[in-house]
């Protein structure tokens, strides 16, 4: 089972940047697709961006096109969320997670899968 661990958060005002590092461990990274998810307060989890095993192809939720980038570093095992011209409603915690089968994966519901345990990201106005 991969482990994960998200870094990088924290309080940034409306128009800044942030960088969000997800760490994995285990030797079958580079075989994964990568996802970001987060959860706003008082509101379910949803899906943010998704990133292939190589990086080639990615995917992000409406709101947040244009603004994120998704990115991976399979030699350092590591997958990135740069996020520019945050707003106040990217307020959220932010979770990076691998499904079981390494596959594409988008659904915040699942059960198959693992999780980071998590990085609060705060946008003031």
């Known amino acids: 089972q991969v482990q994960l661990v998200e870094s990088g958060g924290g309080l940034v005002q409306a128009g800044g940047s942030l960088r969000l590092p997800c760490a994995a461990s285990?030797?079958?990274?580079?075989?994964?697709?990568m996802s970001w998810f987060r959860q706003p307060p008082g509101k379910e989890r949803e899906f943010v961006a998704a990133?292939?095993?190589?990086?080639?192809?990615?995917s992000y939720v409406e709101s947040v096109k244009g603004r994120f980038t998704i990115s991976r570093d399979n030699a350092k095992k590591t997958v990135y969320l740069q996020m520019n011209r945050l707003k106040p409603e990217d307020t959220a915690i932010y979770y990076c997670?691998?499904?079981?089968?390494?596959?594409?994966?988008?659904?915040?519901?699942?059960?198959?899968?693992?999780w980071g345990q998590g990085t609060k990201v705060t946008v003031s106005s």
């Open positions: 285990g030797r079958t990274f580079r075989t994964y697709a």
């Open positions: 990133i292939d095993r190589n990086g080639d192809i990615t």
């Open positions: 997670a691998v499904q079981y089968d390494g596959g594409w994966f988008t659904n915040p519901s699942s059960k198959y899968a693992s």
